[in-house]
Nanobody, 115 residues
Framework: QVQLVESGGGLVQAGGSLRLSCAAS????????MSWYRQPPEKQRELVAT???????FHTEPAKGRFTISRDNAKNTVYLQMNSLKPEDTAVYYC?????????WGQGTQVTVSS
């Protein structure tokens, strides 16, 4: 019933940009805190950025100044604008929705940054 579908990943050269999208269905989207996580090859999943249901944003240190999380409640979509990409940004990027004890994950989208 609940679906989070990421899109916008791909192959990009270092210094380039990508905009990831996560379209949600089956939830009252505006009530959920939304986050982007990433999982590089052979590493643990890590938080990239969060935007709350009140539109407060938080970006982890690797993303600060380069990535921007945003949301459009009318479209049930959260975005991650990624600029100045680096090879170390290569990972599967996942969308997460959270409200109280409920957590939902998307299937992920691959981002590969070449040098």
């Amino acid at each position: 019933q609940v679906q989070l579908v990421e899109s916008g990943g791909g192959l990009v050269q270092a210094g380039g940009s990508l905009r990831l999208s996560c379209a949600a269905s089956g939830i009252r989207f505006s009530l959920y805190d939304m986050s982007w996580y990433r999982q590089p090859p052979e590493k643990q999943r890590e938080l990239v950025a969060t935007i709350t249901n009140g539109a407060t944003t938080f970006h982890t240190e690797p993303a600060k100044g380069r990535f921007t999380i945003s949301r459009d409640n009318a479209k049930n979509t959260v975005y991650l604008q990624m600029n100045s990409l680096k090879p170390e940004d290569t990972a599967v990027y996942y969308c997460k929705a959270a409200l109280l004890g409920k957590v939902y994950w998307g299937q992920g989208t691959q981002v590969t940054v070449s040098s």
